[in-house]
């Protein structure tokens, strides 16, 4: 341990910042958040003050008595399953797209460059105005969208009020955002890929069809993996869309996880502070038992992960 320490002192000590700053800000919470779900503490029994006067807090530990109840809660099953579906198909529609268009931009044609930007647009806007724009088109009675069908002779869809077309709304909303990212990373893979392998395929007489299956998908795996946990891990807690467009309505239909547990620390009444810190915890193993998985899937394919 000394000699490690006398030979790489320098880069212990440029992490050491790194590591204090991570355990300021995500640690001390952490542990916070699953003491929390191990207690009955609300806005009632935390501690507080009111003027001059200091409340101690009086909420006592209950151990997994949350995690039973929320466990055989069907909301929580409720929420768990729209989350599943919010998240597979989110992610595969945009893995989907940004592969596509990856593939285009992979070529060489006049405006390649314009069309790169205005398809990485969405991503250089901040997430809330997007939403906001989203929001305004999606409007039942003003909105472009209807506009558009009315004009067409179709009768306009309450987008935000009908609980399957409010879903269908956040879906495409958070591909809509997600899309760039995506096709920056597989543009990115596919330049990587040795165009001498394309050229002896073709030689070979191997069709377009061929080519993707035989070159494009194995040389874009390894990328394709990564980004899909990533966007995977973010679409299961994106908070601010579903906030922001629907506030989980109409009628809690298009509540996620995270956003339950948002609403029952700030919204509920009385705010229930141990209850939405064990709806926290549940998310975090539920995306650590994923990862883990995920991770295994990859090991025996001979990702290197």
Do not use: H
Not at 6 to 24: D, G
Not at 76 to 93: D, K, Q
Not at 196 to 216: H, K, L, S, V
């Amino acid at each position: 341990m000394r000699r490690k320490l006398a030979t790489y002192w320098y880069a212990w000590a440029m992490i050491t910042p790194v590591v204090l700053v991570i355990a300021a800000i995500i640690g001390w919470p952490l542990v916070r958040g699953v003491y929390l779900s191990l207690t009955d503490a609300d806005e009632s029994n935390v501690a507080r003050t009111i003027g001059v006067n200091e409340i101690p807090a009086t909420y006592e530990f209950v151990g997994l008595d949350n995690y039973i109840d929320i466990l055989q809660d069907d909301t929580f099953r409720e929420r768990l399953g729209w989350t599943v579906v919010w998240t597979v198909s989110c992610v595969a529609i945009t893995f989907l797209i940004g592969l596509g268009l990856a593939n285009m931009l992979n070529r060489s044609f006049r405006g390649r460059a314009v069309y790169r930007m205005a398809l990485i647009l969405p991503w250089a806007i901040p997430a809330f105005v997007s939403v906001f724009a989203w929001r305004m088109l999606y409007n039942e009675r003003n909105g472009l969208l209807n506009s558009l069908l009315e004009g067409g002779g179709i009768e306009g869809i309450a987008w935000l009020d009908d609980p399957t077309w409010a879903k269908v709304a956040v879906i495409a909303v958070n591909v809509w955002l997600g899309v760039p990212f995506m096709l920056v990373a597989m543009l990115g893979a596919l330049q990587s890929i040795p165009a001498e392998q394309y050229e002896a395929a073709e030689m070979d007489g191997a069709n377009a069809w061929q080519r993707f299956t035989n070159i494009t998908l194995p040389g874009v795996r390894s990328v394709s993996m990564t980004v899909v946990l990533l966007s995977t891990i973010w679409t299961f807690n994106m908070f601010p869309v579903i906030f922001l467009l629907t506030r989980g309505g109409p009628a809690g239909s298009t509540d996620i996880l995270v956003t339950e547990a948002f609403r029952l620390a700030f919204v509920a009444s009385p705010r229930d502070f141990a209850n939405s810190a064990a709806w926290g915890v549940l998310i975090l193993l539920l995306l650590v038992l994923f990862a883990i998985a995920y991770r295994r899937v990859l090991r025996r394919q001979g990702e290197v992960w």
